[in-house]
């Protein structure tokens, strides 16, 4: 799923660029989620304590704030952001672009420049992102692999479960899913678990802790090695 921002203080820009999004994904909700904000205040206060974005679609002048500055906060967060600014203030394209904007677009909105422009960022995101690429009900699905917690087998399915606690369910064996994951971040901790070894906080012999307070099952049969993943990691991060 990508995750898309609007921020404009004019609600009905809001509303028109989230119908503009909606259209590119013919509205399939298992492919984004919006999230609009009519100030920047409440944007950057999202990024700092609910998760990072994929793609931000920002007004230059937003009420008495400034979407630059606004973007600039965000850049100390994340750096990989998508940012396109939706402005009439085509004066300081020169600031969006030194905040690391992809592309900014002309008020009003011209209806091909938006498709074309938001096909450049899915597709740009994908390709700089681990992605992976999943069938559903014969829909495409993408999952940002960074934000995977842990991968569970339960009777015939697997389950996805996202950092942010949201899960996504597929007919699919847990072994196919494992040949598609970097395994440098990933590890089986157990024949029903696979686990995102950046996620890890704790382990002890029976469970691990991810850092969004969920726990996971270690089975004496993969314990030696996951805990010899782990250190690789840690070592290789440390370094």
Known sequence: MIKIAICDDEKFMVDDVSIRVMDYFDDDCEKFKIFEFTNCLNLVNFYKHAGMLDIIFMDIEVGDDNGVRAI????????????????????????????????????????????????????????????????????????????????????????IHMHDNTTVELVKQLSEIYEELDQLHFCRSHRCYIVN??????????EILLDNGNTVLVSRKYKDEFKSQLNNYINKVEI
């Open 197 to 206: 070894l950046t996620k890890v906080f704790s382990m002890n012999s029976n």
């Open 72 to 159: 600039s906060k965000i850049r100390e967060i994340d750096n990989n952001v998508i940012v396109i600014f939706v402005t009439s203030h085509n004066s300081f394209v020169s600031d969006a672009f030194c905040v690391g904007a992809f592309q900014y677009i002309s008020k009003p909105i011209d209806d091909q420049i938006f498709k074309h422009e938001i096909h450049r960022a899915v597709t740009s995101f994908i390709s700089n992102r681990k992605i992976l690429r999943v069938e559903k009900q014969r829909n495409n699905v993408f999952i940002d692999v960074n934000n995977i917690a842990y991968i569970e087998s339960l009777n015939k399915a697997v389950l």
